[in-house]
Nanobody, 124 residues
Framework: QVQLVESGGGLVQPGGSLRLSCTAS????????MAWFRQAPGKEREFVAG????????YTVDSVKGRFTISRDNAKNTMYLQMNSLKPEDTAVYYC?????????????????WGQGTQVTVSS
C-alpha cells in the first residue's frame, strides 16, 4: 500500500504560480511511476502530467506544456507540480496518483493509489 497526501493548493490570480506537493508513505515510493490528474466541476478527471520512477521521463498534456513542470525527489518520497502562468481554466481539484504499471498512462484506470486531492482556484 502507498498512501499519498497532496498539499500546496490555494487561490491564486491569473498569471500566478503554485507548487503542489505529493508526499508518499507506506510501500516503496521510488519504484512507482506517478502522475498528476485534475478534475474540474462537472468534468471527468483528466491526466495533467506524469513521471517515471527514475524521473528519467516526464509527460505533460498540451494544455499545460511550457507552464507546468513535474518532478520528484525519491529521497524525500515527494513528487511536485510546479504551475506557472496559471489560467482560470486550470481551476480544479488536483490529485496525485501512483501506479504499479511500468508505463505512465493517461487513464485513471491505470493508477492504483490516489491522494485526497487539493483545490486550486485561479481567479481575480
Amino acid at each position: 500500500q502507498v498512501q499519498l497526501v497532496e498539499s500546496g493548493g490555494g487561490l491564486v490570480q491569473p498569471g500566478g504560480s503554485l507548487r503542489l506537493s505529493c508526499t508518499a508513505s507506506g510501500r516503496t515510493f521510488s519504484s512507482n511511476n506517478m502522475a498528476w490528474f485534475r478534475q474540474a466541476p462537472g468534468k471527468e478527471r483528466e491526466f495533467v502530467a506524469g513521471i517515471t520512477w527514475t524521473a528519467g521521463n516526464t509527460y505533460t498534456v498540451d494544455s499545460v506544456k511550457g507552464r507546468f513542470t513535474i518532478s520528484r525527489d525519491n529521497a524525500k518520497n515527494t513528487m511536485y507540480l510546479q504551475m506557472n502562468s496559471l489560467k482560470p481554466e486550470d481551476t480544479a481539484v488536483y490529485y496525485c496518483a501512483a501506479t504499479t504499471s511500468d508505463v505512465v498512462a493517461g487513464s485513471v484506470r491505470m493508477y492504483d493509489y490516489w491522494g485526497q486531492g487539493t483545490q486550486v482556484t485561479v481567479s481575480s
